[in-house]
């Protein structure tokens, strides 16, 4: 299930801020690399981060559903339909470059999902409420990300209280193709609905507490930082400097060479 899974992990009981810097960072050194090699080391780094936080079993699962699709559709493209030279893998002819090219974006993908599935399972989002709250970030902001990221355990519980609703009431999910396609319209339709009346009362007690105001909150109950996690923070940063200054630098090279060539 993806969501906020409690626990007592190092990345659990860190500030908020930390795990969301290290998948931001993540993040940037998967686009940042290029090779096969350098993103097998970067998923890597990222199933080690879900390993700190006690949570493999809450991302590897639908990390690898979401990401397999694209893996099928990129082998395909660039795998099977790349340019020569090819290599032969049992039966099937590879290209040699576009397989390098799938190998590049399919593990680019994974190691994200992983990072940001991690962070969704260590992260709660009350303490980030809390956290953000303490840097004045506005609330608008906030309700807008952490909405992001309960959407789906929201919208999963009330999915599951839906279907066993229809089920009492005699909906059978069963059958042929035809019928379970039917099945969906009193599964869909309660769910979109219900979205929107939640939605609609939300806007209502948040009026009423006064969040249109403008007015600078409190944070009732900061969680605590650390020297060493703003030290960390900032070794993210010039990570992400340093990788994506020699990636710029690599790019720019023959550009330097044709230059000194003129």
């Given at each position: ?29 998967a ?32 990390a ?48 994200i999902?992983?990072a ?44 599951a ?94 550009l ?7």
């Amino acid at each position: 299930m993806i969501g906020y899974r409690p626990g007592n992990s190092p990345l659990h009981r860190a500030h908020p801020y930390t795990p969301l810097a290290i998948a931001v960072t993540l993040l940037c050194l998967a686009f940042a690399a290029g090779t096969p090699a350098q993103i097998g080391l970067l998923t890597l780094a990222s199933l080690l981060f879900a390993v700190v936080g006690a949570a493999p079993r809450y991302v590897l699962r639908p990390a690898l559903v979401l990401a397999l699709p694209t893996w099928v559709l990129l082998l395909i493209l660039h795998g099977l339909l790349g340019d020569a030279p090819h290599r032969a893998i049992g039966p099937i002819l590879f290209s040699e470059p576009g397989l390098a090219r799938a190998l590049v974006l399919g593990g680019r993908i994974t190691a994200i999902l992983f990072a940001f599935l991690t962070v969704l399972a260590t992260v709660s989002p009350a303490r980030l409420v809390e956290a953000m709250t303490e840097r004045g970030v506005p609330f608008a902001r906030i309700y807008l990300l952490v909405s992001t990221l309960t959407l789906v355990p929201r919208m999963r519980a009330r999915a599951a209280q839906i279907l066993e609703a229809q089920q009492c009431r005699g909906l059978r999910l069963g059958g042929s193709p035809v019928a379970r396609v039917r099945a969906l319209g009193p599964l869909v339709l309660p769910l979109v609905l219900g979205a929107l009346v939640e939605v609609d009362e939300q806007v209502l007690a948040l009026d009423t507490r006064g969040v249109s105001s403008g007015r600078v909150r409190t944070a009732m109950d900061p969680p605590p930082d650390s020297a060493a996690q703003w030290a960390l923070r900032w070794v993210c940063l010039v990570i992400v400097m340093a990788a994506w200054g020699s990636r710029l630098l690599v790019l720019l090279q023959p550009l330097g060479v044709r230059a000194l060539e003129l």
